[in-house]
């Protein structure tokens, strides 16, 4: 980047000392006012040019002395023949303030390539005077914070091949540097309003990029005679809406499109099968109806084809068979039907598969199983069934074949799946044994068998796995007693999230294996960051980017909740529902990070550990159906994140705790428990409520005695609803759209080799 930068400078010198001995004509002198006048347009302000290589290229233009020729003036270039003015580089000069409509530049009516990138034009707009420059070839603004609309006056540079816009407005989000002829960058500029249609007519255009400018609104241009040369055409994330008129069609020299999170609608011309250059075609996240035409088996070429997050109906019927270049291949979240077809086998160089939330049904293909180059495939949520050969997909890094009708065993592999980072088989009928071939796979992250029909003992041999961050076995045959760590010698060093809820575990709690949550180095909390998998792919000069959210259902605070993402710091522990009996621990209180934790429907005996009271990240606490006996801790009270709580079902007496988050449960809460007296209870304790202090709950009492005005019970519920709220967020219940929208998108396109993008 440097280097080029030099380059340009030294240029300008190269050019004097060639051409000092011929006899080169001298600057016209209204074009050496101009320039003066343009000059004294601006503050020299050293903040105004972010680049490291700035200097004020005007301060040595004078009209005095050796150097009053301005064609040997800093950043100004002459046409050796007639003199005038057609090159002006004054990027990176420190300039600061307005180009007004009356700015002299514009009488420089011969420039060819300007270029004021890196100045700072104080959030002015673009004016459109610059649309009578009508020679120039090269225009550069990026970084100049210019705001507002890009003047339709720019569209009508007819012999305009590079325009550079990028990264105005918002000078902290421009991540792009970028190297190109007969460009149009515009992207992350904070660009608003219409865009005008003309810019797709511009003869030698063939990039036009405007991506991640959310405001800037448009629609597909309708033009029946084109002679486009546009070769990549990025509209992601703008405000383009509208239907894709069939002339589409025209702009056949196109090797990309993408227009991935716009509001484009109604259905996928067919013409779009005459775009035979096409490459990369990304149209997910809008709402496209109707079938998927079957013209897109022409396009021969394409290596990238994305329409997740549509409405797209109908049967894959298109030949897929034609697309043997395919590398990612998603269609998730549409409401595709019918069989998958056969033809995907063909698809031998596929990196990416994604067929999720459809309504795909019958036999999953067992050729597709045999997809060797596989990285990602997901086709959870449809109506598959079959079983399962992952055994030779050796590249695989993230399997989701969950909320099917998939069945039979696992047979073990012979092969090492060393890549393999999620597995998620949730909701099938799969049976017999979990394969422990897993074992070797030391990359897995996640492990997700919920909702299934395994008949196994627990899988202590994953405890080896040194990234084992999930490990969900709900709902399954799982049987027998859990022999711990120090029995075992597997230590599950990165375990964080487990579910063994409703199986047939027996035996004593095992907890043992968690007590390391202490020790582990954990990465900065307060930065949110998700168990994710990422994922590249590469076809030619074009390179995509996935990163993975993992998902998971776990029931947390009494409903069953879908996670779309995972913090990487979320710990829970559910091991309801299963035979296990003995005390609970008190080395429990040393899980420190524990967010949820459900031992409910077990035959638990003895007391509630006090120590649960140090858990204070804990949001979500249920032991109810057990037979714990004892007072229920005053301890717990110190829980302020508590926001579920369920001791209901036991043998436990004594008065109920209050202050803080208990004074925000209910009766049911309770219930079931002889002994219990107190609030909620309608029980009332044989000791009038504040009178007489009870050991257990002293301090307690003194809390809330300090000051029973100022300390109301109103106070506490808005002070202590806050640490519910909050909890709610670190939980991260996620449902929204949005979200769901951010999950699935990650997978960001971009390119590469060809322009050097640097990502700073
Ligand atoms: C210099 O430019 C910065 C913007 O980069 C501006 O905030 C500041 O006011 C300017 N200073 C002067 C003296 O104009
Ligand atoms: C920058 O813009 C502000 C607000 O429009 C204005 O007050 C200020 O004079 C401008 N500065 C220059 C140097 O043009
Ligand atoms: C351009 O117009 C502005 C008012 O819009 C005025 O203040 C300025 O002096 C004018 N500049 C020139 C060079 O005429
Ligand atoms: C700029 O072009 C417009 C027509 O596009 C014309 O009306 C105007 O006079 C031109 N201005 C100059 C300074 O040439
Ligand atoms: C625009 O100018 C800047 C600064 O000179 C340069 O880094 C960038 O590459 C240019 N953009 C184009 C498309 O030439
Ligand atoms: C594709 O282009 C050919 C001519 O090049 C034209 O005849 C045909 O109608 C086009 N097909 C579609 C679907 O637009
Ligand atoms: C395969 O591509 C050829 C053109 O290369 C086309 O004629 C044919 O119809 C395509 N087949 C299918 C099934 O789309
Ligand atoms: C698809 O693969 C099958 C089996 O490998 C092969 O018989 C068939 O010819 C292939 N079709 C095409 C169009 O390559
Ligand atoms: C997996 O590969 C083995 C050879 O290593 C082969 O015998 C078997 O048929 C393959 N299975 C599937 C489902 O492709
Ligand atoms: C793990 O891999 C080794 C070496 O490839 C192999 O010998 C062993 O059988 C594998 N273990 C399992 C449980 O598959
Ligand atoms: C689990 O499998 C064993 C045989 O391995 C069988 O005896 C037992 O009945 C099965 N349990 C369940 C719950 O299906
Ligand atoms: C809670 O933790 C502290 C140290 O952090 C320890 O001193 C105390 O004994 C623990 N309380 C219980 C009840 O385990």
Same mark, same amino acid.
């Given at each position: ?7 340009? /400078?030294?240029? &300008? ?8 001995? #011929? ?17 004294? @347009?601006?503050?020299?302000?050293? @903040? $105004?040019?972010?680049? &490291? ?8 233009? !004078? ?37 007004? *409509? ?6 420089? +009516?011969?420039? !060819? ?40 006056? +720019? ?47 511009? &003869? ?42 069939? *002339? ?18 109604? #259905? ?39 329409? /997740? ?91 989701? +074949? ?6 039979? #065993? ?48 627990? &899988? ?35 375990? !964080? ?39 590249? #792919? ?6 995509? /980017? ?16 879908? /996670? ?12 309801? *529902?299963?035979?296990? +009996? ?70 436990? $007496? ?14 049911? @809460? ?36 300090? *000051? ?42 971009? !390119? ?9």
């Amino acid at each position: 980047m440097f280097m080029l930068m030099r380059l340009l /400078y030294i240029l &300008p010198l190269f050019h004097l000392i060639h051409s000092f001995p #011929s006899k080169q004509p001298l600057c016209h002198d209204d074009e050496s006012s101009a320039l003066l006048q343009f000059k004294k @347009s601006f503050i020299i302000n050293k @903040s $105004a040019s972010s680049d &490291p290589d700035a200097y004020p290229k005007v301060r040595s233009w !004078r009209l005095e002395g050796e150097n009053s020729d301005c064609c040997s003036w800093d950043g100004v270039d002459c046409d050796e023949d007639t003199g005038h003015v057609i090159g002006l580089d004054l990027s990176s000069s420190y300039l600061y303030g307005s180009i007004n *409509s009356n700015s002299t530049l514009f009488r420089l +009516v011969h420039l !060819r390539s300007l270029n004021l990138a890196y100045n700072h034009f104080n959030y002015s707009q673009i004016p459109s005077q610059l649309g009578n420059l009508s020679r120039l070839t090269y225009l550069n603004l990026s970084y100049t914070f210019f705001s507002g609309q890009i003047p339709f006056e +720019v569209s009508k540079l007819s012999q305009l091949s590079s325009l550079d816009l990028c990264c105005n407005f918002d000078l902290s989000s421009g991540k792009y540097f970028l190297q190109f002829k007969q460009t149009l960058y515009l992207h992350d500029s904070g660009m608003h309003g219409q865009f005008p249609p003309g810019i797709f007519k511009l &003869p030698n255009l063939r990039v036009l990029d405007v991506k991640y400018n959310q405001d800037l609104t448009g629609s597909w241009p309708d033009f029946q005679y084109l002679s486009s040369r546009l070769e990549e055409i990025d509209l992601g994330s703008t405000g383009f809406t509208g239907e894709l008129p069939i *002339s589409m069609g025209n702009f056949g020299s196109l090797i990309a499109l993408s227009i991935w999170g716009c509001n484009f609608s109604g #259905s996928i011309p067919s013409s779009i099968g005459n775009l035979t250059n096409l490459i990369y075609l990304e149209l997910s996240i809008n709402t496209l109806v109707g079938n998927i035409p079957s013209s897109i088996g022409n396009l021969i070429q394409l290596a990238f084809l994305g329409l /997740y997050d549509n409405q797209l109906s109908g049967p894959i019927s298109f030949g897929l068979t034609n697309l043997t270049q395919l590398v990612v291949f998603d269609l998730g979240g549409n409401h595709l039907t019918g069989p998958i077809p056969f033809g995907l086998m063909n698809l031998t160089k596929l990196n990416v598969l994604c067929l999720w939330k459809n309504k795909f049904e019958g036999q999953f293909p067992i050729s597709i199983f045999k997809q060797t180059n596989l990285y990602l495939l997901d086709i959870s949520a449809n109506y598959l069934s079959g079983t399962l050969f992952i055994c030779n997909m050796t590249s695989l890094h993230i399997l989701y +074949v969950s909320d099917n009708y998939f069945s039979g #065993s696992l047979l073990p592999c012979l092969h090492n799946i060393l890549e393999l980072r999620m597995i998620s088989l949730r909701g099938n009928k799969f049976q017999g044994l979990l394969p422990r071939s897993l074992s070797n796979s030391t990359m897995l992250e996640a492990i997700d068998v919920s909702n299934n029909q395994f008949n196994d003992t627990f &899988p202590s041999w994953l405890g080896n796995l040194p990234n084992l961050k999930l490990l969900l076995l709900r709902s399954n045959k799982f049987y027998g007693q859990i022999l711990e760590s120090l029995e075992t010698n597997y230590q599950f060093p990165n375990l !964080r999230i487990i579910d063994l809820s409703y199986n047939s575990f027996i035996g004593r709690l095992p907890l043992k294996s968690f007590r390391n949550w202490n020790t582990l180095k954990l990465d900065n909390e307060s930065h949110l960051s998700y168990i994710q998998a990422e994922i590249s #792919s590469s076809a030619g000069t074009y390179h995509m /980017y996935y990163e993975y959210d993992y998902t998971m259902q776990l029931r947390n605070k009494g409903l069953d909740i879908a /996670y779309d993402k995972v913090q990487e710091f979320f710990r829970a522990i559910d091991m309801s *529902s299963n035979r296990f +009996v003995g005390e609970i621990p008190s080395y429990i209180g040393d899980l420190k990070r524990l967010r949820m934790l459900n031992l409910s429907n077990n035959i638990l005996t003895g007391h509630i550990p006090p120590s649960i009271g140090n858990l204070t990240m804990l949001e979500s606490l249920d032991l109810s159906q057990n037979r714990l006996s004892g007072e229920i801790p005053s301890q717990l009270t110190q829980l302020t994140f508590l926001e579920w709580f369920n001791v209901s079902h036991n043998q436990l $007496a004594g008065s109920i705790p209050h202050g803080k988050q208990f004074d925000t449960f209910e009766n049911k @809460s309770f219930m079931g428990n002889l002994g219990l007296c107190g609030n909620p209870l309608s029980k009332k304790c044989w000791v009038s409520d504040s009178s007489v202090p009870l050991p257990s709950t002293s301090k307690q009492i003194q809390d809330s005695a300090v *000051s029973p005005f100022e300390f109301g019970w109103k106070i506490v519920l808005v002070g202590y609803g806050f640490g519910l709220i909050f909890g709610v967020i670190i939980g991260n219940i996620v449902a929204t759209k949005k979200l769901d929208w951010l999950m699935k998108t990650f997978g960001i396109w971009q !390119r590469t080799q060809r322009n050097n993008v640097t990502i700073s």
